[in-house]
Nanobody, 124 residues
């Protein structure tokens, strides 16, 4: 069972920045056949959506709404993923969830884990 610990949420004015961190309890992307670490968000009354993700091979993808403003990265210790959020807008307000999934081997089942969520509020 992988534990995910998120940090870095809070309140900020429009145009401000926040950095989210998600630390997994074990190495994720170098020891597994396939892996993904990413961030989703869910605003009140809306569906959860993918914000940004990074694969074990280092490929990244972003929601169109955050391209050019958010940057996802990971540490060399291979168990922490970060989301740097710049030029924040009120519409970025949501609960942000860390998601990690991996397959140990090509035939192994996919294992999927979620963090507890961290609130990001952008308001003047």
């Amino acid at each position: 069972q992988v534990q995910l610990v998120e940090s870095g949420g809070g309140s900020v004015q429009p145009g401000g920045s926040l950095r989210l961190s998600c630390a997994a309890s074990e190495t994720i992307y170098s020891i597994n056949f396939m892996s993904f670490m990413g961030w989703y968000r869910q605003a009140p009354g809306k569906q959860r959506e993918l914000v940004a993700g990074i694969t074990g091979g280092g490929s990244t993808n972003y929601a169109d709404s955050v391209k050019g403003r958010f940057t996802i990265s990971r540490d060399n210790g291979q168990n922490t993923v970060y989301l740097q959020m710049n030029s924040l807008k009120p519409e970025d307000t949501a609960v942000y969830y860390c998601n990690v999934w991996f397959k140990r081997t090509v035939l192994a089942p996919r294992q999927d884990y979620w963090g507890q969520g961290t609130q990001v509020t952008v308001s003047s």
